[in-house]
């Protein structure tokens, strides 16, 4: 929790998105169904209209400042309300001021451009009140406490991690440092624009039980594997979010604005439990970086992984399929 020389307003702004459009090579505009964006999810998925080519896309925003913005006796004057798109892949920021509904009122709403040729992924969209607060221009006095992704590739407005996985033979691989892990049945690659696992296909047997689509003992073996391969997953982008922390002037650690931040903000709860993310994302750099506690803390990691895979659970039905199994075979 950042603390501020100044007054500020002690709840967050509450953001929606409210539609949705984009612009096609000639000029047209073609307005998306509601279906291009989740207010649960807090997601846009700018692939959901079925178009290659689009320009650009228009989203319709509308911003709630929290209760005393607009007190009379308020520490703050000059409020101005910014709608921030940040994309971490491309290092592009956008920003575009929104204009307030009414005089007095605490609902401000406009549009954000969304630049196809600026982005290759995901972005962040965030809002951030500023004001004039003790004679200084431009402070923060509040801003949405969770940010929306605004996905330019996707076709489904899900905010949760997305890993690609590609199906490869690693001794023939055309990329070469595949081939280093030929005798592995999977290999995730962290350093994609998303998270990449690959599976190796001279691995016998590994592809027709992936592909199985079965009920029985086969169907809970492949959710058995699947979930393992989740669990490595879900582990190797920990780490490998944590490795591209971007730092503060005081030491302090920055949440990433793109798939680095979601597992971060997804897995910390369980790595350090009980504390807010921004300070379990703190000791976890702390330990890190620091001389002790790093090691001690990968037994929390795996345990995070595994929840997210829901392994215990695809356990759970492998054995008891194979225990039927067995009363069967010695009926």
């Given at each position: ?243 591209d922390l971007e730092v503060e002037p ?49 037994t929390r990691v795996h345990y995070a992984a595994v929840r ?24």
């Amino acid at each position: 929790m950042k603390i501020y020389p100044y007054k500020r307003l002690n709840r967050p702004v509450a953001l929606r998105v409210t539609s949705v459009s984009i612009k096609l090579p000639d000029g047209t505009r073609d307005q998306l169904e509601t279906t291009a964006y989740s207010t649960q999810q807090q997601t846009v998925a700018l692939g959901v209209a079925g178009h290659d080519d689009w320009v650009s896309a228009s989203v319709g925003l509308s911003a709630t400042l929290p209760p005393g913005a607009n007190d009379p006796d308020a520490a703050w004057s000059d409020l101005r309300v910014l709608a921030v798109l940040t994309d971490g892949e491309t290092n592009i920021r956008t920003s575009t001021a929104l204009g307030r509904d009414t005089e007095d009122g605490r609902d401000w709403s406009g549009f954000l451009e969304v630049l196809r040729d600026d982005h290759v992924g995901r972005a962040s969209l965030a809002v951030h009140v500023v004001a004039t607060v003790d004679g200084v221009r431009g402070r923060a006095v509040a801003e949405t406490d969770q940010s929306w992704v605004v996905d330019t590739v996707s076709d489904e407005p899900v905010r949760g991690l997305q890993l690609d996985v590609q199906k490869a033979s690693f001794r023939k691989s055309s990329r070469e440092w595949l081939r280093a892990y030929a005798d592995a049945p999977w290999i995730v690659d962290t350093s994609a624009r998303l998270p990449t696992v690959f599976v190796n296909t001279d691995v016998e047997g590994v592809m027709d039980l992936l592909d199985s689509g079965g009920s029985g003992v086969d169907g809970k073996v492949r959710d058995l594997l699947v979930a393992q391969m989740a669990t490595d997953a879900w582990t190797a982008v920990f780490h490998g979010a944590l490795g591209d922390l971007e730092v503060e002037p005081g030491g302090g650690p920055v949440f990433p604005t793109d798939w680095q931040g979601e597992v971060l903000r997804e897995m910390l709860p369980d790595v350090i439990p009980g504390v807010h993310v921004e300070e379990a994302l703190r000791e976890v750099h702390r330990r890190r970086t620091g001389d002790s506690g790093w090691v001690e803390l990968q037994t929390r990691v795996h345990y995070a992984a595994v929840r997210r895979a829901d392994a215990a659970r695809a356990l759970a039905y492998a054995i008891r399929s194979l225990e039927q199994m067995n009363r069967g075979s010695e009926t």
